[in-house]
C-alpha cells in the first residue's frame, strides 16, 4: 500500500468551464498528501481553499488535471462511493449536517447508510461519540447543544464511517474559544491515532500543530513548508495578507533587529528560552 493517499495532479477549476474567460478558481495546483499526515491549509477569502477541499473527496472534478484518492480517481462516478468513504468531509455550519433527533442516532446515520450491521453501529456509534466527548450527551435533541458541541457532532457522525482522512472546511470559525479548542483535542487525538486530516483555516495559529502548511492565494500554492519554516517568513506572510501568530510574529520582529535571533519560533517557552539565553547581552 502505498503511503500516498491523495495525489492533486496539475488541478485547475472553473466554476464556469464553458466560458474561458472565466477566472480559474484553482490554477495548476500539485499536491500529495500522506497517509496519517495533518496539514494544514491556509488563505485568505476566494483564495480557493474550499475549493480545493471538495476537490478531495469528488463533490468538485477538476476542470483539468486529476485527483487521486488511494487508487481511485474522482472523475470516476463508479468510485465516487469509496471516495466519500475515504475522505470524510466536516463543513463551516454544523447545523447543515444534523439530520436525526437525537445525537446517537445522528451518528448512526452515515454508517446504516453505508450498510455497517446493527451490532457493529452500536459499537461505532459509542466509539465516535467517546471519541468527540459526548457520548454523556447521546440521547438529547441535537439542537439543545451549543455551537462547539454540534461541531463535534458533526465529526462524530463522519468518523463513524471510519474515514481514513477527515477534511475540515473552517470547521472551527463559528466555535468560542473553548469549543475551538475542544475541537483541536479532538483532531490531536484523532490524528494520533492515525487519521489523515486536512483542515483548512483562516488562523494561523491553528496550524501550528500540523505537520505541514499550505497556503493558498488567488487559487495557486503560495507558500508551504512545516509551520516552523512557514511561520518564519512573516514577511512573505504579510505580503500575502495573513496574520502571524504572535509569538512568530515577536520572534521574526526581533530577528530583524537582531539577526542571531531565531525567527523561526513556534511557542511562548521557545520564545522565553531564546530571550533569556541572550539576556546578558540585551542588557549595555
Ligand atoms: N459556487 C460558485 N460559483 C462561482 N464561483 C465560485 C463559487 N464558489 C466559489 N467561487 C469563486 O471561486 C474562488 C475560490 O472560492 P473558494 O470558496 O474556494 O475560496 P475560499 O478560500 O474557500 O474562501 P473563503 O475563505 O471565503 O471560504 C472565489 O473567487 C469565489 O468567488
Ligand atoms: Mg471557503
Not at 160 to 181: F, H, I, K, N, Y
Request: charged share 25%.
Amino acid at each position: 500500500m502505498s503511503d500516498l493517499l491523495i495525489r492533486v495532479e496539475g488541478v485547475s477549476f472553473s466554476y464556469r468551464p464553458e466560458d474561458s474567460t472565466a477566472p480559474l478558481a484553482l490554477k495548476d495546483i500539485n499536491l500529495t498528501i500522506a497517509r496519517g499526515e495533518y496539514v494544514a491549509i491556509i488563505g485568505h477569502n476566494g483564495s480557493g481553499k474550499s475549493t480545493l477541499a471538495r476537490h478531495l473527496n469528488a463533490l468538485l472534478v477538476p476542470t483539468r488535471g486529476d485527483v487521486w484518492v488511494g487508487p481511485w480517481n474522482t472523475r470516476d462516478a463508479r468510485c465516487r462511493r469509496d471516495i466519500r468513504r475515504t475522505v470524510g468531509m466536516v463543513f463551516q455550519v454544523p447545523d447543515n449536517q444534523i439530520v436525526a433527533t437525537t445525537v446517537e442516532d445522528d451518528v448512526a446515520f452515515g454508517p446504516e447508510n453505508l450498510g455497517v450491521p446493527e451490532e457493529e453501529l452500536a459499537v461505532r456509534v459509542r466509539e465516535a461519540l467517546e471519541t468527540v466527548g459526548l457520548w454523556e450527551e447521546r440521547r438529547r435533541p441535537p439542537h439543545q447543544l451549543s455551537a462547539g458541541q454540534k461541531q463535534r457532532l458533526a465529526i462524530a457522525g463522519v468518523i463513524a464511517m471510519r474515514p481514513e482522512c477527515l477534511v475540515l472546511d473552517e470547521a472551527t470559525s463559528l466555535l468560542d474559544p473553548q469549543g475551538r479548542a475542544d475541537l483541536l483535542a479532538t483532531l490531536r487525538r484523532l490524528h494520533a491515532a492515525g487519521t489523515t486530516i486536512v483542515a483548512i483555516t483562516h488562523h494561523m495559529a491553528e496550524a501550528t500543530e500540523a505537520d505541514r502548511v499550505i497556503i493558498l492565494e488567488a487559487g495557486r500554492i503560495a507558500l508551504q513548508g512545516t509551520p516552523r519554516e512557514v511561520f518564519a517568513r512573516a514577511e512573505a506572510l504579510e505580503r500575502l495578507g495573513l496574520d502571524v501568530p504572535p509569538v512568530s510574529a515577536l520572534a521574526n520582529a526581533l530577528h530583524r533587529r537582531r539577526p542571531d535571533f531565531p525567527a523561526d519560533l513556534l511557542t511562548v517557552s521557545e520564545l522565553a528560552e531564546a530571550v533569556a539565553e541572550r539576556w546578558t547581552e540585551a542588557v549595555p
